[in-house]
């Protein structure tokens, strides 16, 4: 019992929760989302970091470089005291720092055609960010379009079978009364399950777009997603109103795509030159700062005489001449002592000419070379296919316009000759038989037309798009 009652609480407590999560989504939300949320757009995100950090990289490549070293070393053995230059036999300890720096002058202009080449590109891996957002928003249009042809196809169907559910009762009752025959009877029970499964089917779609829509938004599929009503614009010309010149024109001032190539082009053709820059020479200028420490250096701090020593005789006489023998002592000279006394300093410049090797540099000219007409190529092979899209944009609107205007013609038509049918059913100069089959034409001519105006709609908002190129321009 008391899990009865705490399982009813939890669900009393929960269900506001998720009327609570339950979020009305617009276009222009479903775009915005679908955008923040979209793994493509994470990645040309990236794509963009990484471009910005290979530019900023290339300006400091002019900038001098500045290292310091520091080292403590021993030697043990034989060896040769660099500051007595005699042989000793010890372990020596000896400690070294170094700073210098280097700034190469003149590269052949490499450096400065490196920067304008990533800096190209950088803008390049921009656009491809923008193509992205276009393409998610162009999708999410598509699908969101979708999703509400599929909703407004079932509220029709559920009128439908609501409609058939009360014909069906209305023939049962003239049965009963003996004013109808059976096969009026079965023929509208065949009606009302036939509507029922369309009603079916369609609800099918429309979840399966919602579906679709949440994919490309990337929310949970257990988030509730609802549509906001939207009111479907389907323009009443026929044709565009912008000549498809002045389109091809816009779309290729717009689309990122087109500018991103026109971009690599102009980083290939920098590449080229910075390439070509390797054969000249290059001039550098450096500095150096440095300074030595051994336990071997020492310094004499008293001395007193401990004895004499014969150091020759006197010619003639033959009388030995002595000197007298000193004992010293002595320390190893101090740390800081000796960094001050040994410090150093050296700058010069250095010219490199390059003379041979191994045709390397004429490898790279050449490969960039090849790069730089590939990318020439490939520019106009996306501006061939943003003409043929223009094109293809264009003439589509205009026939789905004009099948638009068409098939509503023909809703029309087909829902005042079921107006007639009926009244004529009513007065009993048809059978139901007819009253049904128009229905069913009606019923069909609606769909068709449903099917058109938002087909209608879509290719109005691509060429809008096209003409204006701007994202927020999506309502």
């Known amino acids: 019992m008391k899990l009865k009652i705490f399982c009813l609480l939890a669900a009393v407590c929960v269900a506001p929760l998720r009327a609570q999560n339950k979020q009305v989504y617009d276009l222009r939300r479903c775009i915005e989302t679908a955008i923040e949320n979209n793994i493509d757009i994470q990645l040309s995100e990236l794509n963009v970091e990484n ?59 490499s450096i400065r055609n490196t920067i304008k080449q990533r800096k190209k590109t950088l803008e390049a891996a921009h656009l491809d960010y923008q193509q992205v957002q276009q393409n998610i928003a162009l999708n999410v249009v598509l699908t969101y379009l979708q ?36 096969g009026a009877l079965l023929a509208a029970q065949a009606q009302e399950a036939q509507a029922t499964s369309l009603e079916v089917q369609s609800k099918n779609q429309y979840l399966n777009s919602i579906l679709s829509l949440k994919n490309l938004m990337r929310l949970d599929h257990t988030e509730m997603l609802q549509l906001a009503d939207m009111t479907t614009a389907v323009p009443e010309y026929v044709e565009f109103p912008i000549e498809v010149n002045e389109l091809i024109d816009s779309a290729l001032s717009h689309r990122p795509d087109y500018q991103a190539s026109s971009k690599r082009s102009e980083s290939m ?94 490898t790279n000219i050449a490969q960039s070379r090849l790069a730089l007409i590939q990318s020439k190529w490939n520019q106009k092979q996306i501006k061939q296919a943003v003409i043929n899209d223009v094109v293809n944009a264009q003439q589509t ?37 007819e009253v049904q089959q128009t229905k069913n034409q009606e019923r069909q001519a609606y769909q068709q037309m449903l099917s058109a105006k938002y087909e209608a709609a879509l290719r109005d908002i691509i060429l809008q798009f096209i003409a204006h190129g701007d994202i927020k321009r999506i309502d």
Do not use: H
């Open 397 to 433: 609107f205009n026939s789905a316009a004009t099948n638009y205007q068409a098939l509503r013609s023909n809703y029309e038509a087909q829902s005042k000759n079921l107006d007639f049918v009926q009244k004529q059913f009513n007065l009993g100069q048809v059978s139901f038989y």
């Open 51 to 109: 471009a910005d950090i290979s530019y900023r990289q290339s300006l400091l490549n002019m900038a001098p470089n500045l290292s310091a070293n520091g080292g403590q070393f021993y030697q043990s053995g034989r060896s040769i005291d660099r500051f007595s230059n005699q042989f000793v036999q010890k372990t020596v300890g000896n400690s070294s720092a170094q700073l210098q720096s280097n700034w190469l002058l003149y590269a052949g202009g």
């Open 147 to 182: 999703c509400q042809q599929n909703k407004e196809s079932w509220a029709a169907q559920q009128s439908n079978t609501q409609n058939a559910v009360r014909e069906t009762k209305r023939i049962e009752k003239l049965y009963k009364a003996g004013a109808s025959n059976q």
């Open 269 to 362: 053709l920098y590449a080229l030159k910075a390439a070509k820059g390797a054969l000249q020479p290059t001039l550098s200028v450096g500095a150096n700062l440095s300074t030595v420490y051994s336990d071997n250096a020492i310094e004499i701090t008293g001395a007193q005489i401990s004895g004499t020593q014969p150091i020759g005789f006197v010619q003639g006489s033959g009388d030995i001449v002595e000197a007298p023998t000193f004992e010293y002592s002595t320390q190893t000279i101090g740390f800081g002592t000796q960094m001050r006394d040994n410090f150093g300093q050296s700058f010069g410049a250095t010219l490199s000419v390059p003379i041979f090797n191994r045709l390397q540099t004429q």
